[in-house]
């Protein structure tokens, strides 16, 4: 059986390299990293949160209870939702107003620690295709390093304000 796929989407996705080189803040690159997510991937909407915490952290048995993206990014593999609207899940501010039946949520991890959560909201049910996973797979590496990357820089302006730079 032969699988086709949308050679646009591709396309999108091989530019985003070159697009994120020409963004110059991590605002800019989140800006474009969601456009991206949301294109690539065929959802409407799109919010990248940042976690920047270890696993043993998240794990600690002395916390009460996680939040919404930390549960999520504990997952370690995307989840879907596909019932949002019906299913009573109390759904964190960043995307609270969101009003999409289909969530997705992909926890980006770099070793031990959790960056963050990549959140995707559609208007319609749909099938994660093949397609669909390789591109996450294709996409997830980028949307990582990206993140890592501006995580390091805001620690380093936070540790550079306290004088410890």
Same mark, same amino acid.
């Given at each position: ?26 605002? *800019? ?35 009460? *209870? ?32 969101? !009003? ?25 049910? !749909? ?33 550079? !304000?306290?004088?410890?730079?």
């Amino acid at each position: 059986m032969t699988v086709s796929f949308d050679e646009n989407r591709w396309k999108h996705l091989a530019y985003l390299a070159k697009q994120l080189e020409g963004a110059d803040s991590p605002e *800019r690159r989140g800006e474009v990293l969601l456009r991206c997510a949301r294109d690539v991937l065929s959802f409407e909407h799109a919010c990248l949160v940042a976690i920047g915490k270890r696993e043993e952290e998240l794990r600690d048995p002395n916390r009460n *209870r996680l939040p919404f993206f930390e549960f999520i990014a504990l997952q370690k593999n995307p989840v879907a939702v596909d019932d949002a609207l019906d299913s009573g899940l109390e759904l964190p501010e960043e995307i609270a107003t969101w !009003r999409y039946p289909a969530l997705l949520f992909i926890p980006l991890w770099s070793g031990p620690e959790a960056l963050g959560v990549l959140a995707l909201g559609a208007s319609r049910h !749909r099938e994660f295709s093949e397609e669909d996973q390789h591109l996450l797979h294709a996409m997830t590496p980028l949307l990582t390093h990206v993140l890592e990357k501006d995580l390091r820089e805001q620690d380093r302006v936070r540790l550079a !304000r306290q004088g410890r730079l």
